[in-house]
C-alpha cells in the first residue's frame, strides 16, 4: 500500500456473513494476482461508513492481499466536487468509487460508483463474472 493512508471505513465488518456471499467470495479469490482494487472514499462519509465495511470484509474472505486495496482518502469541496490522489485522473465525482484494474495492464475491469441495489462486493463480482463469460 501507498503512503497515501487507509480509509478506516475499510477496516472489515465483524458481523458481515461470509456464508451468504459464496459466489460472490469466491468469484473474487479466483481473480488473478495481479488484479487491483481502487477505493476511493472518506471516514466522514455515510454512504461510505454504511457500504466500505463489508466490502473490506469480503476482501478479506476472498483472501485479497493488502497491497492488491489501494486507498484513496477523498475530501468534499464547498461546491460538493471531490478532490484527493487521483481524482481527476479516475474521473471521482462520486464516493464511494472502487476501480478494479489489471495491475500489469492498468485496464479497468470494473467500476463501482456510490450506490447500486446490491452490495459493492456483489456488483463487483457480477460485473467480473459478466466480463468472463463474454471472453470465453
Not at 481502487?38 to 493488502?66: N, T, Y
Not at 497491497?67 to 468534499?76: A, F, L, M, Q
Not at 490522489?85 to 476501480?99: A, C, K, L, Q
Request: charged share 30%; net charge negative.
Amino acid at each position: 500500500m501507498s503512503e497515501r493512508g487507509r480509509l478506516t471505513t475499510m477496516e472489515p465488518d465483524p458481523v458481515w456473513d461470509e456464508d451468504s456471499y459464496g459466489e460472490t467470495v469466491e468469484t473474487l479469490s479466483n481473480l488473478d494476482d495481479d488484479v487491483v482494487f481502487r477505493v476511493w472514499g472518506g471516514d466522514w462519509c455515510k454512504d461510505c461508513r454504511a457500504q466500505l465495511p463489508s466490502f473490506g470484509a469480503a476482501l478479506v474472505a476472498a483472501g485479497v492481499s493488502e497491497d492488491r486495496i489501494e486507498h484513496y482518502p477523498t475530501e468534499k469541496e464547498d461546491d460538493g466536487s471531490k478532490t484527493g490522489p487521483s481524482v481527476e485522473e479516475y474521473g471521482i465525482e462520486y464516493i464511494p468509487t472502487v476501480v478494479v484494474e489489471d495491475g500489469e495492464t492498468g485496464e479497468e475491469l470494473a467500476r463501482f460508483v456510490e450506490e447500486a441495489e446490491v452490495p459493492i462486493a456483489v456488483y463487483l463480482a457480477n460485473e467480473l463474472e459478466d466480463q468472463a463469460s463474454v471472453a470465453n
